[in-house]
């Protein structure tokens, strides 16, 4: 208690009197502290001691059992701290209820009252299972209604004060008042004033056997009690800078907001108290970025490679076709890069097709001429085999050694191979996760060359950049990524973007087809299978395992051999297969033995199939943008015209009208990736367990896009001038980065 009250009389009027508030609530709490549970509250944990420790596991806090743990676990909750920074999703003003005289139909609005009378029946139409109620107060009465929640009929009764929130409709003839489904909390005598109402109440996301209003009773309790809420770990000109409030007074307004915040502000999570933790969670993710590219860019002596432009104009004129200037110019990036002596570090991304192979082919042909080797590691043996293909077309004839390693060669073809790559005879070695073993020696590595770098985990990547001095590291990335997002993911890489696609690329025609429109798709695929294309048709998404989808591919591909396509060829592709069996399948399809592959969404990272000029996706109202995308890409890979068809079947949500109306109307994929951060946040494109990145906890990158803007110029400043966080007025930054990153800095020096 004495921490609320440490600098009060420097403080703002406002945070005076929310402390003021916090001490009154501690106090209460202490003088009710000896009687028992309340009915309908959950029992207080036992009296916590003062400075408990918010790194201790969340079974050490008083009052939490194995099965609370088990509880809190599911919400993310392992460590006391945690607790802190689980805000609230929503917040609720139950300081001034409406009373249920003046309801308003249509309104959103949270009230109080008494409950009259608690009735559970059963429809006679469809079984439907109802709990109504009559909430009452001294100026009116409300309707309340629980659909299929009939466990509520034993846990209200007449006679409980209730809280509601939910909006209001008339219903009947008598045009009744109701409110159906509402949020609600059962008050206990003594409530008012309390954590629980009498103010702006915040709401938690719930889990079985864990409510708000117990979540309410925890929080407080380690907001009074535990060590390390009060240490400002934000440098004082940063928060001075940006007008941040201190980082106590953020933690506990957010979770208890003083009377007279802003509620829409803070449901929006733009108040003042959201805006600091928001850009504390941003600054120290941007300071682990910056101390990574710190140590990329001044501890370490890379290759300096000599790229003479002749030796470049000799690749250009050797090749059939001319560069695109986006091509062009990002291989001056990268050369730039590889004549400097600090390590390259670059990200290439593209949208499919854009030619960023090329672009890697130009930098495996500058390291050669120097003498240095390369590797190109790929997510798939496919993909490994494609690579293969186009660097020896590209660089073969121009006398680069280009050799592979894959499950497919006998023991003594490899190590026929890997002798020839220590000797020094094998100027680029193209490979999967084979690249990494122990047993691949390079006489001279130079340069790595990463492709699709999110289907591969930390550790190898940080393997393959062990094997030689300090290499130089080209990623490649055919997902276009938003500049926000880029930024978070890949701050400590030098990005480039290849946005323009080669002369005579065809954009994929995209159509949107409901079940009804069967007949029109079905057609569509016909007519091209008998001018000698070939199909992709993609299996409806299922939500659950492997197995499921699988059994969903199987049931498709039998359907459309008996039906629809009976005189074609058709193949299946799915993940329950083994790697070889994958590998025979799409060898087939790429040799034309098969005319429709029907497949889940491992296709979504394939070769290329210049010949299929179809994609027909199966329910692509269960998709997200960006995997829709990246499917589309696996056609117009030739000189034919391509179309992609969305299949949809039923009732299609407003969300996923919104993403296939996106679709239909955009190719460009920057665009798309923009739309679906902002519809879905940035979950699947971050691969946070991927990338080594810490979670992001509070911070939304869309909607906090300008406050990661700054937090990133303040970040990439303090480590400029403190690269190592020495200086002791950085003692506590230096803890909450080590506390925030753990490990994950030393394994992320290649992004």
């Given amino acids: 208690m004495q921490s609320l009250l440490d600098g009060y009389d420097g403080l703002p009027i406002e945070t005076r009197r929310?402390?003021?508030?916090?001490v009154r609530d501690v106090l209460e709490g202490l003088r009710r502290g000896g009687g028992g549970a309340v009915r309908g509250e959950p029992a207080k944990p036992a009296p916590l001691p003062i400075d408990i420790d918010l790194a201790a596991s969340i079974q050490d806090l008083p009052g939490v059992g194995s099965r609370k743990a088990a509880s809190l676990a599911r919400l993310g909750v392992e460590r006391i701290g945690d607790l802190l920074w689980m805000l609230p999703w929503r917040y609720v003003d139950r300081a001034h209820p409406i009373p249920l005289g003046s309801l308003r139909v249509g309104e959103d609005v949270t009230v109080c009252g008494t409950l009259l009378s608690v009735d559970a029946i059963v429809t006679s139409r469809r079984a439907l299972r109802i709990v109504q109620a009559l909430l009452g107060d001294s100026t009116g009465t409300l309707a309340?209604?629980?659909?299929?929640?009939?466990?509520?009929?034993?846990?209200?009764?007449?006679?409980?004060?209730?809280?509601?929130s939910g909006r209001v409709k008339l219903e009947g003839l008598l045009s009744v008042g109701v409110m159906e489904n509402p949020q609600f909390e059962i008050l206990a005598p003594g409530d008012a004033g309390s954590l629980h109402t009498g103010r702006l109440t915040p709401i938690y996301h719930e889990t079985r056997g864990l409510n708000s209003r117990a979540l309410r009773v925890l929080v407080d309790h380690v907001l009074a009690t535990a060590a390390g809420i009060d240490e400002e770990c934000l440098p004082e000109e940063v928060r001075t800078r940006h007008s941040l409030l201190p980082r106590p007074d953020a933690i506990r307004s957010a979770h208890f907001p003083p009377s007279e915040a802003d509620l829409a502000q803070y449901n929006a999570g733009a108040s003042p108290a959201h805006r600091r933790l928001v850009f504390e969670e941003l600054f120290l993710l941007e300071i682990g970025l910056a101390m990574r590219r710190s140590r990329t860019l001044g501890e370490r002596d890379g290759v300096v490679f000599r790229c003479d432009p002749v030796r470049l104009e000799t690749l250009w004129s050797s090749l059939p076709f001319q560069p695109t200037g986006a091509q062009r110019r990002v291989v001056g990036e990268v050369l730039a890069d590889m004549a400097a002596a600090r390590p390259m570090n670059r990200l290439i991304q593209g949208d499919v097709g854009c030619g960023k192979t090329l672009v890697a082919a130009a930098a495996i042909w500058m390291a050669a001429g120097d003498g240095y080797q390369s590797a190109v590691m790929a997510p798939t043996e496919l993909l490994t085999e494609q690579h293969h293909r186009h660097l020896q077309k590209v660089l073969g004839e121009l006398g680069v050694r280009v050799a592979m390693v894959t499950s497919d060669l006998s023991r003594r073809e490899r190590s026929e191979v890997l002798n020839r790559l220590s000797r020094g005879e094998v100027d680029c070695l193209v490979g999967t996760h084979a690249v990494v073993q122990p047993d691949v020696r390079f006489a001279r590595f130079g340069l790595a060359v990463i492709d699709e770098q999110h289907k591969f985990g930390v550790l190898q990547r940080s393997h393959l950049v062990g094997k030689g001095y300090h290499p130089d590291v080209l990623i490649m990335t055919a997902t276009p990524i938003p500049r926000?997002?880029?930024l978070s993911v890949y701050g400590d890489l030098d990005i480039s973007?290849?946005?323009?696609?080669p002369a005579g690329r065809r954009p994929v025609e995209t159509?949107?087809?409901?079940e009804g429109q069967r007949r029109v798709a079905n057609d569509l695929v016909l007519r091209e299978l008998r001018a000698g294309r070939q199909t992709y048709v993609v299996a409806p998404l299922v939500e659950g395992s492997a197995e499921d989808d699988a059994r969903s591919a199987v049931m498709l591909a039998a359907r459309l051999r008996r039906d629809v396509f009976a005189d074609a060829r058709v193949g299946l592709l799915h993940g329950r297969l083994n790697r070889a069996e994958k590998d025979l399948v799409m060898r087939d399809f790429l040799r034309g033995d098969i005319q429709v592959l029907v497949a889940t969404t491992i296709v979504e990272v394939g070769i290329d199939v210049p010949n299929a000029t179809v994609m027909m996706i199966e329910h692509a109202d269960r998709y997200g943008l960006a995997q829709l995308h990246q499917l589309r890409g696996r056609v117009g890979r030739g000189g034919h015209s391509s179309v992609c068809i969305l299949m949809s079947g039923g009732r299609v949500s407003?969300?996923?009208?919104?993403?296939?109306?996106?679709?239909?109307?955009?190719?460009?994929?920057?665009?798309?990736?923009?739309?679906d951060l902002a519809l879905r946040g940035p979950g699947e494109l971050m691969g946070t367990r991927?990338?080594?990145?810490?979670?992001?906890?509070?911070?939304?990158?869309?909607?906090?896009?300008?406050?990661?803007?700054?937090?990133?110029?303040e970040a990439f400043d303090v480590v400029r001038r403190d690269p190592q966080l020495a200086d002791p007025r950085h003692a506590a930054l230096r803890a909450a980065v080590v506390r925030t990153w753990g490990v994950r800095l030393a394994l992320g020096t290649i992004g």
């Fill in 497 to 501: 973007v290849i946005d323009e696609l």
């Fill in 18 to 22: 929310d402390r003021l508030q916090r």
């Fill in 690 to 713: 991927q990338s080594g990145l810490p979670d992001l906890k509070v911070a939304h990158l869309v909607r906090d896009a300008r406050v990661l803007e700054q937090a990133r110029t």
């Fill in 144 to 164: 309340l209604k629980w659909f299929n929640q009939s466990y509520l009929g034993s846990r209200l009764a007449p006679g409980q004060m209730l809280m509601c």
């Fill in 484 to 486: 926000t997002l880029a």
């Fill in 654 to 675: 407003d969300a996923a009208r919104e993403r296939l109306e996106a679709m239909v109307a955009v190719q460009d994929g920057f665009v798309i990736a923009e739309r």
């Fill in 511 to 514: 159509r949107w087809y409901g």
